[in-house]
């Protein structure tokens, strides 16, 4: 599971003000002589369901349906464990206030720990708390070994936690304390840190857990977690609550989210020094797409300027709707993060925020552009671990990062509805498992502590970020068995449209960068209902097929080349080739409805020959007749 929940915080509502909390004495941690105020119920009664504008249309003044169905499940069975899993943007911050506020008022608690990833999100829990008067100090160290009387509780990592377990022990024994765990699965992210938490907060008077994103895809248990088995004897977690990204979208709490495809072609040197080539998307090998992908991202070729150039002419147009719509591109690491900032200011013409996860500065960044109305930010994973921006609209994922927890994380951060009818729209390069996250968006995991024996070695359960570091590993050490005399050198990229991707369909067809049919989909408006937003792209999908029939029409019969005329480089053949039959393939794949894939590999049984990268000049131009014919005999 992996979780993505981000605290909702932002300036008090007028309600908010009104409200007067009540006070009674408590028990200061590790000091029984002071006293502390606790929260009344009238906090809990004006609870806003976010703060500004962060709540879906229709509902700020009042509890959403499922914070509202949750509180109920909670409070009728009173459970000492409770896990609630509600998509990113949802409101899970709101849900953990109001309980904690109500757990106060009804004296069944004293405290309040919350638990967080990371320092900057400490400070939104703060934050949040205090609007609905409960006092938190994200300020507290390990060294301090206690707070003052005047919090009701603090806001901690896991990380600090995990560094002086007895010490936190402690302070959850002082005092009958509700511990508020955010992101719940990173307490599993190493066996030592489940320990640590399972030993701090084991005598907690309740415990809330708290999930965005679907569970982590390793087997390390997570505390405070119930597993049963199921019919295949695998152990999987059991959530009390959940609210899903699909319904939060029938709801209106959450946007609904536009996919900007590109493919393009890739020329890059190996370490061992051969020339290679390949386009993204095209059905290659895993390091194929890995390398191609990464060539793609490299900042001195032509694919990512011409997607960046792209994603702001989108920015721009959503921004005659909402005004102070963002825009943020997450980066791999710092260096390729400030040639996007750069390659940004000059399409833009204005000052790029860039925040780098390990400077001390970047969660004031964060704020400071939180709350202007700049166009773009750049980040280095920072955005992934539960930053609330809400005015973020428009995204481009130029990261390496391929799980489907840091992808979901990622995506969280776009989906959070202010008011009726906004759409995000995320900038994807064309990879078989960003396609394969991006249209599973709805999907639902539990946590397994077992995985299936299939014969795989990797098994049921593969583990993603595992995989990654073996092969990693395997990498670095044929490097150094080998000692190879070059290293990995992008020689050039070429961007070209290739489809959207809503609402697990397809619209559109593969076409050159500022062509008329990529500025037909990215000018799509910003402001619209999820039906509209399909009926446009079906109508704009069509125009574009008509288009590319008038444009076979009008192209003349080629003519019997000049023999004096020098003959292209078979390269550059090949090249040509190669894109226009995988133009008519996405065309007649928009026209059958069948995948790319499908269709190439009909065209392959049909034809012979390999696939597309090593196909011949004659087999490709067999391929092309073929679906033209297809073509044809579907429009007659």
Same mark, same amino acid.
């Not at 806001?155 to 402690?170: G, I, K, M």
């Not at 066996?191 to 895809?217: H, M």
């Not at 394969?436 to 359960?461: K, N, Q, V």
């Not at 790319?596 to 196909?615: D, F, I, K, T, Y």
């Given at each position: ?407 979901? !994380? $990622? ?5 959070? #509805?202010? *008011? &009726?009818?906004? =759409?995000?729209?995320?900038?994807? %390069? @064309? ?109 704009? !999908? $069509? ?5 590319? #029939?008038? *444009? &076979?029409?009008? =192209?003349?019969?080629?003519?019997? %080349? @000049? ?74």
């Amino acid at each position: 599971m992996h979780v993505n929940s981000l605290p909702d915080s932002s300036p008090a509502s007028d309600q908010l003000a009104e409200a007067h909390p009540s006070t009674a004495l408590a028990t200061d941690p590790l000091d029984t002589s002071s006293t502390a105020p606790v929260v009344g119920g009238g906090a809990a009664e004006h609870l806003s369901p976010s703060f500004p504008e962060r709540a879906a249309w229709g509902t700020a003044s009042k509890l959403r349906a499922w914070q509202s169905e949750a509180l109920e499940a909670y409070f009728t069975h009173q459970p000492r464990d409770f896990l609630a899993a509600a998509t990113p943007g949802a409101g899970k911050t709101t849900f953990a206030l109001r309980l904690a506020s109500e757990l106060l008022h009804r004296g069944i608690i004293d405290r309040v720990t919350v638990v967080a990833p990371t320092e900057h999100l400490k400070k939104q829990w703060a934050d949040a708390a205090d609007r609905v008067h409960i006092r938190l100090t994200p300020g507290f160290k390990n060294s301090d070994r206690r707070y003052g009387s005047h919090f009701h509780g603090v806001a901690v990592t896991y990380a600090q936690v995990a560094a002086r377990p007895a010490l936190h022990r402690e302070l959850t024994e002082s005092a009958r304390s509700l511990v508020i765990l955010d992101e719940v699965h990173h307490g599993g992210d190493a066996l030592s840190w489940g320990e640590a938490i399972r030993e701090a907060f084991a005598p907690a008077t309740r415990r809330l857990s708290l999930t965005g994103t679907p569970f982590r895809s390793d087997t390390s248990p997570i505390p405070f977690v119930s597993y049963l088995q199921d019919e295949h004897g695998i152990r999987l977690s059991q959530t009390d609550y959940n609210y899903g990204y699909g319904r939060a979208l029938q709801d209106g709490v959450v946007r609904p989210v536009l996919f900007m495809v590109y493919a393009g072609h890739m020329r890059w040197r190996s370490k061992v020094g051969d020339e290679m080539e390949a386009r993204l998307g095209e059905g290659n090998t895993k390091d194929i797409t890995s390398q191609a992908w990464r060539v793609a991202l490299d900042p001195s070729g032509d694919w990512i300027p011409s997607v960046l150039a792209a994603a702001n002419r989108r920015l721009s147009e959503v921004r005659q709707g909402i005004p102070d719509a963002g825009g943020l591109v997450i980066a791999t690491d710092q260096f390729t993060a400030r040639a996007y900032a750069a390659i940004l200011e000059n399409v833009s013409g204005e000052p790029v925020t860039v925040v780098l996860s390990d400077e001390k500065e970047a969660s004031g960044r964060i704020e400071e552009y939180s709350k202007s109305t700049r166009r773009w930010m750049v980040a280095v994973r920072m955005v992934s671990e539960g930053v609330d921006i809400p005015r973020l609209a428009v995204g481009v994922y130029a990261t390496s990062a391929s799980t489907p927890l840091f992808f979901a !994380q $990622a995506i969280g951060r776009f989906v959070r #509805a202010r *008011r &009726r009818g906004e =759409t995000a729209s995320i900038f994807l %390069p @064309n990879v078989p498992g960003l396609m394969a996250l991006a249209g599973t968006m709805e999907m639902e995991r539990d946590h397994a502590l077992d995985r299936r024996d299939t014969g795989d070695a990797e098994g049921d359960m593969w583990n993603p970020e595992d995989a990654m570091v073996a092969e990693a590993n395997v990498q670095d050490k044929a490097s150094d068995a080998l000692q190879n005399d070059f290293a990995f050198q992008a020689l050039g990229s070429h961007a070209t449209f290739d489809r959207v991707m809503f609402e697990g369909s397809d619209f559109g067809a593969e076409a050159p960068v500022d062509s008329d049919e990529e500025l037909d989909f990215i000018g799509i408006p910003g402001l619209l209902e999820p039906d509209q937003v399909r009926e446009l792209l079906q109508h704009r !999908q $069509a125009r574009q097929q008509r288009h590319a #029939a008038d *444009r &076979r029409k009008n =192209t003349p019969a080629a003519s019997t %080349p @000049n023999a004096e005329d020098p003959a292209a480089p078979l390269y550059r053949t090949l090249a040509e080739q190669r894109k226009l039959l995988n133009s008519l393939v996405g065309i007649w794949s928009k026209t059958s409805d069948q995948p790319h894939g499908l269709v190439h590999a009909e065209l392959r049984r049909v034809c012979g020959g390999p696939a597309v990268p090593q196909a011949s000049v004659t087999q490709l131009q067999s391929r092309i007749a073929t679906v033209r014919k297809w073509m044809g005999a579907h429009h007659s």
